[in-house]
């Protein structure tokens, strides 16, 4: 069974904290990808990676950043919480390239910001 | 930026109806995939169309990519209290490495 693990399912911090999301993939993905998910707003992309120690802006990058030293890992930062960062966390992984670029999801994180 | 619009937003039927969701773009897509997503999860891969006209079956579910690779839809037969869910379909062009979400149908159907 293929598998893309977010290491919580949920969180809670505090405003100014530093807060990692962990992702890791097990089917030797290429990309890696990391969406927040909130009501009425649909899935919007972060950040997503397409190697090892390369990352690319998404939609909405400003206050979070990312990092992938290894293909299966995929991290995601925010430097400092704030409580609009309050979401549900989605990470995905793909193969690279070609017509197909079906994603394998994480089960998510729900961050709350206090 | 590629949009895809998802109708109806919200969907709420008896068991046994009938319905369809749809996906619509002014852009061409290379391939489009659906999911579902169940509260609390990840969206979970449905199946994707590549070709124009293509029409995929699973079980209950036909899904129909349009001639002009804008559009899809998703046909639901005899719906189910499990069918309930967010239904996403997301569109993407070749080579591109990833893909435009629309922002889903709210699905319930009640027993």
């Known amino acids: 069974d293929v598998k893309v693990t977010q290491s919580s399912r949920y969180l809670v911090k505090r405003t100014g904290e530093k807060v990692f999301l962990e992702c890791v993939q097990d089917m030797d993905h290429e990309n890696m990808f990391w969406y927040r998910q909130d009501p009425g707003l649909g899935l919007r992309l972060i950040y997503f990676s397409y190697d090892v120690k390369m990352k690319e802006k998404g939609d909405i990058p400003e206050g979070y950043s990312v990092s992938r030293e290894k293909k299966e890992r995929f991290s995601l930062i925010l430097e400092s919480a704030s409580t609009n960062q309050t979401s549900m966390y989605l990470c995905?992984?793909?193969?690279?390239?070609?017509?197909?670029?079906?994603?394998?999801f994480g089960q998510g994180t729900r961050l709350t910001v206090v | 930026t590629q949009l895809l619009e998802q109708s109806p937003q919200f969907l709420s039927i008896q068991e046994g109806e009938n319905l369809t969701v749809y996906c619509n773009s002014s852009?061409?897509?290379?391939?489009l995939q659906w999911y579902r997503q169940e509260p609390g999860e990840g969206p979970v891969l449905l199946v994707t169309?590549?070709?124009?006209?293509e029409v995929k079956k699973l079980k209950r579910l036909t899904f129909q990519f349009g001639d002009a690779r804008k559009d899809s839809s998703l046909h639901i037969t005899a719906a189910q209290p499990g069918d309930t869910g967010l239904y996403l379909c997301a569109g993407a062009v070749a080579n591109a490495g990833k893909s435009t979400f629309g922002d889903g149908t709210t699905l319930t159907v009640k027993p």
């Open positions: 169309v590549v070709t124009g006209g």
């Open positions: 995905a992984s793909s193969l690279m390239g070609g017509l197909n670029t079906e994603a394998f």
């Open positions: 852009s061409v897509f290379s391939s």
